[in-house]
């Protein structure tokens, strides 16, 4: 439904075509000043669109409970023989030698001595496992659009509007985050600017809509201070323009850019979330795990469909109870919001490396880890400070 302006002016607002002139003579009182709003504050009336109920401006539909699933889950996997422990073999010498040097060459003030002479002692290695669950989630949210109109085609409730879960959009790659807008068909109309009544100007902020306002130099008085000369900035007036307006005392609408009335649309926000949660085995080499979560694995398992079961027949029951435990978690937390489109589980074995190394007399450690051969070496030996200038 289209809306024509009215050129009505409401009360206490500028008609575009009507100014108050800045020349305020001697004797002349000047208009009073005031702090009132310089626009309205309602809202403008947006349409009640079936299915978009609750839409609002810039704060989204809120909730969109998505369909159910037009497929059933698929059935539960048999439980496979229990494998074998996992071990993780040692690395060796030249390789653990060769990482420390590399990291101390990284650092500008560690040197490479301990890394070249030093002697290692003992090497032992560890068994940790990182299970990952990711659920691959689309939600989508509304709201109203409004821009300056320009004459564009509207087109609301010329056909049946669809549901915001019938808007076809084109997913990414899975297991990506992405976010598409996509325009609401037979949405959009054409309404009076809410914020300037459909006049296209507001009265000026600076000025109260008077044009003018007190100088700054006299204060008002219209002499210079000291004598009775007139105020060579005003020339006696007591009042000078208002220059953001240029003494009109309405400006421009910053709404619909002065022109009067505003295209609305309703807006659909479609998001792509992988939702991501890791679980790392505890494990007694002494290395937090938080450095864990810069290095990758061996991948040792790995499952993607719709909705993943628990792992069964793992030797490690810390990873079985903690898949168990965030599958239930993602299922219960995102299927609420959003639409789970896929889940991939995978078991990495993060290989671990503790080195002890003899280095001028002293016993030493440092850590080995993960594919990268990623090394901790808290308590390097040989470190000096330096100052950039």
Wanted: hydrophobic residues 30%; contains cysteine.
């Amino acid at each position: 439904m289209a809306y024509q302006a009215t050129g009505q002016t409401p009360s206490g607002y500028l008609n575009p075509g009507y100014s108050i002139s800045s020349e305020v003579g001697p004797g002349m009182s000047a208009p009073p000043l005031s702090e009132g709003p310089s626009a309205p504050t309602f809202n403008i009336d947006f349409d009640n669109v079936p299915g978009y109920e609750g839409t609002v401006a810039g704060g989204g539909g809120g909730f969109l409970p998505p369909p159910m699933p037009s497929f059933p889950n698929p059935p539960p996997p048999q439980p496979e023989p229990s494998q074998a422990q996992w071990n993780i073999p040692s690395i060796s010498e030249d390789t653990a030698r060769e990482a420390l040097a590399l990291y101390a060459s990284s650092k500008c003030c560690y040197s490479s001595a301990p890394a070249k002479d030093g002697v290692i002692t003992n090497m032992e290695a560890f068994n940790t496992y990182r299970y990952r669950l990711e659920t691959f989630t689309e939600s989508r949210s509304t709201e109203w659009s409004q821009k300056p109109y320009h004459g564009e085609p509207v087109d609301a409730f010329t056909q049946p509007i669809p549901g915001p879960w019938d808007i076809i959009a084109q997913a990414p790659t899975l297991f990506n985050d992405s976010k598409q807008v996509i325009k609401v068909p037979y949405t959009s109309s054409m309404k009076n600017c809410h914020y300037c009544m459909g006049m296209g100007r507001v009265a000026c902020k600076h000025c109260a809509g008077a044009g003018n306002k007190v100088c700054w130099v006299c204060h008002g008085s219209g002499n210079n201070h000291g004598d009775e000369r007139n105020c060579h900035h005003c020339n006696g007036r007591g009042r000078e323009n208002c220059t953001p307006c240029h003494g009109q005392g309405s400006t421009e609408c910053s709404t619909c850019h002065g022109r009067r009335q505003l295209l609305v649309n309703i807006n659909l926000t479609v998001k792509w979330t992988n939702n991501s949660s890791d679980y790392i085995v505890e494990q007694s080499s002494g290395l937090l795990l938080e450095n864990l979560n810069q290095v990758t694995g061996k991948e040792l398992f790995k499952d993607a469909q719709y909705l993943v079961y628990p792992v069964m027949g793992f030797p490690d029951l810390n990873v079985v109870s903690a898949a168990e435990r965030l599958i239930r978690e993602h299922q219960t937390t995102y299927s609420a919001t959003s639409r789970i489109l896929q889940q991939r589980q995978t078991i990495e074995l993060i290989p671990i490396t503790k080195v002890t190394y003899k280095w001028k007399g002293k016993s030493h450690i440092y850590f080995v880890y993960g594919n990268e051969f990623k090394v901790n070496a808290d308590n390097y030996p040989a470190t000096c400070c330096c100052t950039i200038m």
